[in-house]
């Protein structure tokens, strides 16, 4: 495994992430042995919007029970859980940290969802499925951690059949000035490789997917993050919340990424790419 592999799953593994989650949606009353969906979503959605903006992205694009779902960087399986919940669909999740995988099991089948969802570790490099076989990939907040973006939409365009569609949203590099460390995505400067959109445009040009769908969520990101603040400091954090994965490093990675978006340094974009 790399350095970077190395740095990225030291960053993600907060350690006993599961036992804060339970804890957690016991203080909310919900039954921590068989939650639904839906009581996950606080901490299961890791991005900016959480559910809002999975719903925002996925939402159009049609869906369908019989689709083949492939999730990558499906952290503890919030993304992989809602499409197999809402479409009915059959997802495969993949992420570089073990903890995570594990985790996104043991909720999946608390939820009576492990029948719809699959998950192992693997990289976005050597995606563990084969040519042409997912009608559907989906990559939330994950492109921060990518090192060679043109090598990631190269796999993907190899697991997608003729028609399929690749679908992301993740934190693009808006001004060039650097952001303050820790973040939600990396520790230190040596995880983090924010692109501009353009970096992704080209990518995808380069393994053969062509644009199909794109939206600046930029003035979204400031919005929401007004509105959690404004929450979180009226009420604390929620007992169920993205604190629980990021663990005692949280307001800091939180707060750090809040002044990138108000700095105008970053900005989260919806991008969608077909193959033709």
């Avoid at 991005?47 to 083949?68: F, K, Q, W, Y």
């Avoid at 993949?94 to 995570?100: M, R, V, Y």
């Avoid at 985790?103 to 563990?128: H, K, N, W, Y």
Wanted: charged share 20%; proline share 8%.
């Amino acid at each position: 495994m790399s350095r970077l592999s190395d740095l990225v799953i030291d960053h993600y593994d907060t350690g006993a992430m599961l036992d804060r989650i339970r804890a957690g949606l016991a203080e909310a009353g919900t039954d921590p042995d068989r939650p639904k969906p839906e009581d996950l979503k606080p901490v299961d959605e890791f991005h900016t919007g959480g559910l809002e903006a999975t719903e925002a992205l996925l939402g159009p694009l049609g869906i369908t029970s019989d689709m083949r779902v492939l999730d990558i960087g499906c952290g503890i399986g919030g993304t992989a859980r809602f499409v197999a919940s809402r479409y009915g669909a059959n997802v495969t999740g993949i992420d570089l940290t073990p903890a995570f995988v594990h985790i996104a099991e043991e909720l999946s089948a608390m939820c009576g969802l492990g029948d719809r969802t699959q998950f192992s570790v693997a990289s976005v490099f050597d995606l563990p499925v084969a040519d042409g076989s997912a009608d559907l990939v989906t990559m939330f907040h994950v492109g921060m951690n990518i090192d060679d973006k043109p090598a990631l939409f190269r796999e993907v365009a190899r697991v997608l059949p003729p028609g399929g569609r690749f679908a992301l949203f993740d934190i693009m590099e808006l001004s060039g000035a650097p952001v303050d460390f820790p973040v939600p995505w990396a520790s230190a400067p040596e995880a983090s490789f924010l692109a501009p959109p353009q970096a992704y445009r080209d990518a995808a040009s380069a393994a053969g997917l062509v644009p199909v769908f794109e939206r600046d969520r930029t003035a979204y990101a400031v919005a929401f993050f007004e509105r959690v603040t404004a929450a979180m400091d009226e009420h604390g954090p929620p007992p169920v919340g993205l604190q629980l994965i990021m663990g005692p490093t949280a307001q800091a990675r939180y707060g750090n990424a809040v002044r990138a978006a108000f700095d105008g340094k970053t900005g989260p974009w919806e991008m969608v790419f077909g193959k033709g």
